[in-house]
Structures are given as C-alpha cells and as structure tokens.
C-alpha cells in the first residue's frame, strides 16, 4: 500500500515533469479553450445579464474541450520507447500506476481552467471571486471526474489504431450527468444564489460520479493494463 | 532451485493459440536461451514471465525480483539519464534510488552525462542506458528479448560483461535470440520453441557453439 | 440446428407480433384521452423493457468475461448491446411520433426520452470503438470495460436530469400517470414477448454470427503463422 502510494507520487510527478518541460497538451488546451470562449460570444450574443443564466454551460464546455485534450495524452505518453511495458513490468501495482497518471491529468486541467476562469470573467463580464471558495470545490470534484473517466478511457485505448479519434467518443457521453451537475451548480453560483437546500443536489451528484468511477477505474485497471 | 517455471501454459489471442501448452523450468543461476523462428511464442512466453501478459490456461511461477528488457529501450525521451533511472529506482522500491541510479550509470559508462535529456542521446547511449534501467535494482531474474538486436558494438560488450557479471553474483538469465552465436557465450541452456511449444530443454553444448544451424536441424520441425 | 431454433424462435415473435398487432387494432376501442395514438404504447414500453433487460445481460456476461475470459461471454454481451440499442432506437422513434402527436413537437427534453437519448449515445459508443480494437482478447477485455462503465452511468443520469434547475429549465409533460386498465393488459404482455421473442432471436443470430467471425479469424491467423 505504502509503496503503491509512493509509486503513484513518482508517476504523478513523472507526468507533470514531462509535460511542463514540453508544454505539448497544456499550450494546447489552453489556447483551444481560450477561442473557444471567443467563438462562444458570437454563438450567444445575449445581454451582459443573460449570460449569467448559461455561464456555467460556457465554462464546464470550455473545461471538457481542454480536459479531452488533456486526458488523450494520459496512457499515450507510455507508448514511445514501450514505456508502458516498463511500468506494468515494475513492482508498481496497476492501481498506482492509474492514480499517478490520473492526479497529474487533474492537477494539468486545474491549471487550463484557473487560466481561463479570469479570461470568462473579463470576456463576459462575469463576477466569480464572490463564491470562489464554493467555486473551488464544484471545480475541484467535477475535474476529479472528468480526468478519472478520461484517464481510464485511456488505457482503454492506449493500443487501438485511431486512439485520438475514440476517447472523445468514450469520454463525453459517460460524463454528461457529471457535466450536467457541473453546470448546475457553476451557474447557480455565478448567479449569486446559495449553495444550499436544493442546490445541493448538484454537489451530491458530482460527489457521487467521482465516488462511483474511481472505485470502478481503481478495481478494473489491472484487467485493462495486463490482458 | 527453480527461478522461472512454466506449466503447460496456453496463450490464446482470441481463438489463436500462441502458446499450446509450454512446459519450461529454469534453474536459479542459469542462463537460458529460448530459440526459435518467429511466431514460435518466445515473445509472448517472455511476456508472460514479466507479468506483462495473464496466461489463459496454465500456471507460471517466478521466485525472486524481474528485470526485463523488452523491443523498447523504456526510457522517457524528456527525462535525463538520472531522471530515468531514479524513477525506475522509485517504482522498484529501491532503498535508495538516486545512489542506485548513479551505480547503473556508472557500470554502462553514462557517469558523465548523466544529466542530459535522454532524447538528445546517440542511438547506442540510448541502448545503454536501457541496459542500465534493465539491471538498476539488481534483480534475480533477468528476461531479455531479443537483447542483441540492434545494438551497436559497444551496447552489446557492455551488455555482454554485465550479464557475465549478473551470472557470476547468481542471477538468472532468460533471454530469446536470434544471434546465437553472441547467445552461446553466455548460455548455459537452450531451449527450442515451436508453434508454441517448448520442444527441447537441455544444456548448452559443443555442436550449438560451433554450427548454430545444428539446433534446428537435430530438434527443428521435420520437412 | 441452432440456426432452425433461432428462426423459429424469431418466426414465432413474428407471429405474436401479427396477432397482437390485430388485437390492438381491431380489438381495442381507442383511448378516450389520446385516441387513436394510445395504441403505440405496446410496441414503445416494451422496446424500453426488452432493451433494460439486454443491457442487463450485457452487464453480467461482460463481468463474466473479466472473471473468465471466456469468449462466448464477450460475443453475448456484443449481440446484447447491438439489439438492446436498436430496441432504443424504436423506443426514440415510436415516443418521437408519439410526443408530436400529442404535444406537438418531435422532441421535447422530457426526464424519459432524455434518459433514453443518453442511453441509446452511451452504448453507441461501445459499437463505436469496438471495432477499432484489432486484437481479439484486448477488444473483448476494453469492450467488457465499456459496457460496465456504461452501465454505471444509467442511473446517474437519471439523477442528474432530476437536478431542481435542469428541470425547470425543460418544463416536461407528464406521461399518463393512471394505472393502466385492466383490459390493456393482455395486449401489453403480448407485446414484451413479442419483442422478447424477436430480440432473443436477433441476439442468437449476432451470438451465431460472432462466434464464426472469431473461428474464421482464428484460422486466418493459423494460416499466417505456418
């Protein structure tokens, strides 16, 4: 346990040393995201107040383009030089492995998306520092989400031919209802409403998709890397 | 003492049976040298072994730590040598990973660049530094595919004097070939694959050494 | 042997189907509320039903197959999937025409079709992707991996479009909330085995057609491997 721990740390950092050396997905992600906020303004030319009613829609659309980008290079990083071979050919047990792997894709869309919050708030006039904290955590889960799907999506596609084409096609029909309770609760805070009573239900949801998928990614992965 | 045993070990790919019941031992502190044409099921029983693969049908059992060396070098092109290698280090659970990665520099002759990106490294660096990450936590058991392909000269003596070294300290050795020639130095026991089936096990001896067509002629497939 | 029994299997849902069709047809006064529309509940309910319950199937054989890696388990969950998701397809459909008829519109994101919806895109990708695997064993592993996914997603959609905002943002029509009366039930009950019948045997065809599929590349692979 210990050692899957430390192992799933060396990974993580593995990951996240590689990717800042060559900013391959994250200058990717985030310029991708940053015109698609543009785009989104001549897509809904609303009103300053109007824009607060779809503001969560914006922003978790913009956060799942850059999260696909994100993700897709995941598992694809161990390809070149059979690096995955190596890893699974360790003590490293599966599940480490995927939790290194996955803490380095969210802490990376973490980044895109506190880059690009301040760009959807100056483009749309859009106060978000008010509920920030409440923002944090409803970013927090629903980027927890998105990135344990997509890291497993893939490992799951790590070998097939047309990789970057099928991830997507995986990824974003099984995180609707997580995009769903994202928006929600995103626009009811940018609105300036509580987040409590009924509210709430939106962060139940996020709690339990992340719930849900990290126990079936954690328990199902050694049946994907080792067939 | 056995190292590595296999028993009657099936690999199918879908319906396909890339292994049809292997039998193989392997004593501890032997160097073994699996033979065979292409598609006979060296790969996929070296798979196996370094718990790269589930057989289907059979049982494997493996008594010490892995080393393995596969097709790829397994090395991340944007990480230095040292990177590379106390990485390694970290998922072996070795005590202490950035001494143990300055020793593995050290036996391949890679001390002095040992910061350098991995991507900027020659063809034959790369190879030793492949070789360095293969033997870093020192295992008991050492699988090698096809470790002489496309090594140049000076990969293949570095490989040549630290697998000489691994069988002296008591290591084991597995490794598929094609050269048998460089093979034979090493190996104490050969073992012939066909179709998926070990169909010789036994010492190394003269003839192998001298005619390397001798193996498969007297165990090959008849005509 | 088999292929007679699954034809016949698929020929006798055909005829359940047929004297069913009469029943409700000709045997059924139309509804007091809906008229003459009403009737497409036997085939609308019934493909949902049928569908669940081959989704369900296709749950437990791809647990199966990660538990045993037997390939009779993958090609069961592949025939499953492939008739459960056309299943859905008729439900959209048939509640597609039924919604125009009696709200007038095609589609409206009521809580039910936008269930379905997500449903039938869900499994859409497991056909998706599935033939982009090349070799046999990763392709029945990753598919198994998929279809359990999906499945877990289900129920949190229904979850997520029961969300206060979501709802009020869509208003949906209510579906007829009353029991149905009793002599509906007969004909109800037809129609699941009609389209139980008519699914199973589409399923055993696929399951047919997908054990060959692996036999023939099997042999192919032999072939090369000489």
């Given amino acids: 346990m210990t050692h899957g721990f430390r192992t799933a740390y060396a990974i993580a950092r593995k990951d996240l040393r590689t990717e800042l050396r060559t900013k391959e997905s994250l200058n990717a992600a985030a310029s991708f995201a940053v015109v698609i906020l543009v785009l989104f303004s001549f897509a809904f030319p609303l009103e300053r107040d109007e824009f607060y009613a779809i503001s969560g829609g914006l922003l978790w659309l913009v956060y799942s383009f850059a999260g696909a980008l994100i993700v897709n290079r995941g598992f694809a990083r161990e390809l070149p030089n059979d690096c995955l071979d190596v890893l699974i050919a360790s003590r490293a047990p599966g599940w480490a492995i995927f939790l290194g792997k996955a803490v380095a894709a969210f802490l990376l869309l973490l980044i895109v998306e506190f880059i690009c919050l301040p760009v959807f708030g100056l483009f749309y006039n859009i106060r978000w520092t008010d509920s920030f904290g409440s923002l944090v955590l409803v970013i927090v889960l629903a980027t927890w989400g998105i990135t344990v799907v997509g890291t497993a999506f893939s490992a799951v596609t790590v070998n097939v031919r047309v990789r970057e084409l099928m991830l997507p096609v995986l990824l974003y029909p099984m995180i609707i209802p997580l995009l769903i309770g994202a928006m929600e609760a995103t626009t009811v805070l940018l609105s300036g409403e509580a987040m409590a009573g009924d509210n709430l239900y939106s962060l139940q949801l996020l709690v339990v998709f992340d719930v849900i998928y990290t126990a079936l990614a954690l328990y199902l992965i050694d049946y994907v890397l080792v067939v | ?223 | 042997m088999r292929e007679k029994a699954t034809y016949l299997l698929g020929a006798l849902g055909a005829l359940v189907m047929i004297s069913n069709l009469h029943t409700i047809f000709v045997g059924l006064p139309d509804d007091a509320l809906q008229g003459m529309i009403f009737r497409i509940i036997f085939i609308h309910v019934p493909a949902d039903l049928v569908a669940d319950l081959f989704f369900t199937i296709a749950l437990v054989t791809s647990v199966l197959f990660l538990a045993r890696k037997n390939f009779i388990y993958d090609s069961i969950t592949v025939a499953c999937i492939e008739v459960a998701t056309m299943l859905i397809l008729v439900n959209l459909v048939t509640g597609s025409i039924w919604g125009r008829n009696q709200w007038g519109v095609w589609w409206t994101w009521d809580l039910r079709l936008t269930t379905q919806l997500m449903k039938f895109v869900l499994y859409m990708s497991y056909l998706v992707v599935r033939p982009a695997i090349a070799e046999p064993t990763q392709k029945a592993t990753m598919s198994a991996i998929i279809a359990i996914f999906a499945y877990a997603d289900v129920p949190l959609v229904w979850m997520a479009i029961r969300l206060p905002n979501v709802r009020t943002n869509h208003p949906s029509p209510v579906m007829g909330n009353g029991k149905m009366a009793a002599v509906y039930n007969a004909p109800f009950g037809m129609g699941m085995l009609a389209l139980l019948l008519i699914g199973s045997a589409l399923v055993l065809l696929r399951l047919h057609q997908e054990t060959s599929q692996r036999e023939i590349d099997s042999l192919r692979r032999e072939l090369h491997a000489a």
């Fill in chain 2, 1 to 223: 003492m056995l190292a590595v045993a296999a028993e009657r070990v099936w690999k199918y790919f879908g319906d396909y049976p890339a292994l049809r019941g292997a039998n193989l031992e392997v004593e501890a502190g032997s160097c073994m040298a699996l033979l065979g044409r292409n598609g006979a099921g060296k790969t996929t029983l070296l798979r196996i072994f370094a718990g790269l693969s589930n057989p289907t049908k059979g049982e494997v059992r493996i008594a010490g730590t892995v080393g393995y060396l596969g097709h790829g070098i397994g090395v991340y092109d944007d990480l230095s040598a040292f990177e590379n290698l106390t990485l390694f280090g970290q998922l072996q659970g070795v005590a202490d990973p950035a001494k143990a990665a300055d020793e593995a520099l050290e036996r391949v002759g890679l001390t002095r660049v040992k910061d350098g990106m991995a991507r900027e490294f020659s063809r034959g660096m790369r190879q030793r530094l492949a070789v360095a990450r293969a033997f870093l936590h020192l295992p008991d058991i050492l699988l090698l595919d096809e470790p002489f392909t496309s090594l140049d000269d000076k990969a293949i003596a570095v490989l040549q004097s630290l697998l000489e070294a691994a069988l002296a300290g008591g290591s084991t050795i597995i490794m598929s070939t094609h050269q048998i020639r460089e093979a034979m130095e090493l190996a104490t026991h050969v073992a012939m694959l066909e179709r998926g089936l070990v169909v010789h096990t036994g010492p190394q001896n003269p003839e192998m050494l001298a005619d390397p067509a001798w193996l498969y002629r007297t165990y090959g497939e008849k005509q």
